[in-house]
């Protein structure tokens, strides 16, 4: 499976899934320019990063998603596939505001990755900030 395939089945279906462009005011922005580039010197930059996701509500962008892929070796071949690493939400108040952090666990090495923190928008969660609306 290449990346546009892995991107097709197995993460495209998840910001929708969990309410991301389905909500009205809500929108889902893929491969969009989060900076310009490094500066390099004499007037020039790197190229530019794009986060694979942004999510908007109601103009505000509230959070960058970047998609976590990982190497799988095949039993049947010596062939390397991707496929996505899971996510968890861990949340928790910070300040007396909701917090959001999504980390992504690797279960045979039990790593943790950070993926992106967020402030959860109380128009899109419950009174607790742990239930979409």
């Not at 962008?61 to 010596?78: G, Q």
Request: charged letters at 30%; glycine letters at 6%; hydrophobic letters at 30%.
């Amino acid at each position: 499976m290449n990346k546009a395939e892995t991107r097709a089945e197995h993460i495209d279906p998840a910001p929708p899934a969990a309410g991301w462009g389905v909500v009205d005011g809500s929108r889902i922005r893929r491969e969009y320019g989060i900076s310009p580039g490094r500066l390099e010197g004499h007037g020039r930059r790197s190229k530019p990063l794009p986060a694979d996701y942004i999510l908007e509500y109601r103009d505000p962008k509230l959070a960058i998603v970047e998609a976590s892929i990982r190497p799988t070796s095949s039993t049947s071949s010596s062939s390397t596939t991707t496929r996505p690493t899971p996510a968890r939400c861990c949340w928790d108040f910070v300040e007396g505001l909701p917090l959001h952090v999504i980390v992504a666990r690797e279960d045979e090495t039990a790593d943790c990755y950070l993926v992106t923190v967020y402030r959860p928008d109380p128009a899109l969660r419950d009174r607790d900030f742990r239930t979409r609306r």
